[in-house]
């Protein structure tokens, strides 16, 4: 019976070990049910040929292997996907599937919403509506490569990177990040490497400074503005971890890694609020010993917001300013914004079930044409 079953997607592998313990089952069955689920994509216990008929009633009994539901599915010709995932809360969240040479990069989400309102994000204007659990985050990977039909497959893989830069703050929703990430790089399940999986944050000071109890995983802080007074307005956030503590927290964070890695710094370009070549220069003054590359991304429009995207004149002077000062700078930016890697734009709207269907024919047919652009 659905509801009274245990879900064992998203349990990490001491989880599942304590709970085959739990009913008197050796817990070396667990990398079976992981490499089952998450590398072969199997959630029929019955077609789990290595483990006895026995084990599977009792599985049966008490547990399921239960994925969220896809809701819509999206793809442009280019092979990127855009799907709207179902959680148990009933929302709706977004999850993006962008190939590139040589590297596929899954976009997922970690909360229904989020409470954090930033002023130019869809998703914090739609506000809070649930964390998603374990099994859901990791859900959204499983998901993925049932539909790119990529489970058993070997090299090269589809999904080599995965980035937590869809709806939602990862690190208010702590624990269930935990847990799906370390699925993300078990040998047993995904096995992708630490330096492809990254949680972008966009600065929960005491979350960071606990991250490498938990994990290793490379980290992005979603900046876009290089002093107090204006991140304060974009992300109200930086009233409560004010610019200069979120940077020491991202500091502390990358030297306790064993290898040399660098954050990533993204800052969204908006027409005229912190597009200016002094804020170029106040970036370049304020991250000189930050270990870190700069993403600029083109500010996403979405309805409502009172925000333009920078001019391309802009964008190209803020790049050149930072290239000088000697910083690796990548630009994101999208031709078909719909499926880009803004956040939360295309659920803000299929949610919006009174003005639904106009506007999604719409959203799809540009969909459809949508081919992500990366500018070095
Ligand atoms: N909450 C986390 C992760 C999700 S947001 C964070 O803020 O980092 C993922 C990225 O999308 C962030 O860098 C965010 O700033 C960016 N984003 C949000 N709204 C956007 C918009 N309208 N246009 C472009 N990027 C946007
Ligand atoms: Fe939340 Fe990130 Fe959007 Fe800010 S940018 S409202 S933190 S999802």
């Known amino acids: 019976m659905a509801g009274t079953l245990t879900n064992l997607l998203g349990m990490s592998r001491s989880q599942l070990e304590a709970f085959l313990e739990s009913l008197g089952e050796k817990p070396f069955r667990a990398v079976q049910l992981q490499k089952w689920i998450h590398q072969q994509g199997v959630i029929d216990f019955d077609a789990m040929s290595n483990i006895s008929k026995a084990l599977r009633d009792k599985l049966k009994q008490v547990a399921e292997i239960r994925p969220p539901r896809i809701r819509e599915s999206f793809s442009a010709a280019d092979g990127c996907y855009k799907w709207i995932v179902e959680v148990e809360s009933g929302s709706g969240v977004e999850m993006v599937y962008i190939p590139e040479a040589g590297r596929g990069t899954l976009c997922i989400s970690s909360q229904a919403g989020c409470s954090l309102d930033c002023s130019f994000c869809a998703?914090?204007?739609?506000?809070?509506?649930?964390?998603?659990?374990?099994?859901?985050?990791?859900?959204?990977?499983?998901?993925?490569?049932?539909?790119?039909?990529?489970?058993?497959?070997?090299?090269?893989?589809?999904?080599?990177?995965?980035?937590?830069m869809g709806m939602g703050e990862p690190l208010l929703n702590f624990d269930n990040v935990m847990?799906?990430?370390?699925?993300?790089?078990?040998?047993?399940?995904?096995?992708?490497?630490?330096?492809?999986?990254t949680i972008s944050t966009s600065g929960v000071v005491p979350a960071i400074r606990r991250l490498h109890e938990f994990t290793d995983a490379s980290l992005a802080l979603s900046l876009h503005a290089p002093n107090d007074a204006l991140r304060n307005e974009l992300v109200p956030l930086n009233r409560r971890y004010p610019i200069s503590e979120v940077l020491d927290a991202v500091k502390g964070y990358l030297e306790r890694l064993p290898d040399s890695r660098?954050?990533?710094?993204?800052?969204?370009?908006?027409?005229?609020?912190?597009?200016?070549?002094?804020?170029?220069?106040?970036?370049?003054?304020?991250?000189?010993?930050?270990?870190?590359?700069?993403?600029?991304?083109?500010?996403?429009?979405?309805?409502?917001?009172?925000?333009?995207?920078?001019?391309?004149?802009?964008?190209?002077?803020?790049?050149?300013?930072?290239?000088?000062?000697?910083?690796?700078?990548?630009?994101?930016?999208?031709?078909?914004?719909?499926?880009?890697?803004?956040?939360?734009?295309?659920?803000?709207q299929v949610d919006d079930r009174t003005r639904r269907s106009a506007r999604y024919l719409a959203q799809r047919e540009a969909a459809a044409e949508a081919v992500p652009v990366t500018v070095r």
């Open 123 to 164: 998703t914090g204007k739609q506000g809070f509506n649930s964390d998603l659990t374990a099994a859901e985050i990791i859900g959204q990977l499983w998901l993925a490569n049932r539909e790119l039909d990529s489970f058993g497959q070997r090299m090269p893989r589809r999904i080599t990177n995965v980035v937590l």
């Open 179 to 197: 847990n799906a990430i370390s699925l993300m790089m078990e040998d047993n399940c995904y096995g992708l490497s630490k330096r492809r999986v």
């Open 262 to 348: 660098v954050a990533t710094i993204e800052y969204i370009l908006i027409a005229g609020v912190n597009d200016h070549r002094q804020h170029a220069r106040e970036l370049a003054a304020l991250l000189r010993d930050v270990p870190c590359k700069i993403n600029l991304i083109p500010f996403n429009p979405f309805d409502g917001s009172e925000y333009a995207r920078s001019s391309n004149s802009a964008i190209s002077t803020f790049r050149k300013m930072l290239l000088d000062a000697g910083y690796t700078v990548t630009i994101r930016t999208t031709r078909g914004d719909e499926i880009g890697a803004a956040c939360g734009q295309l659920v803000g």
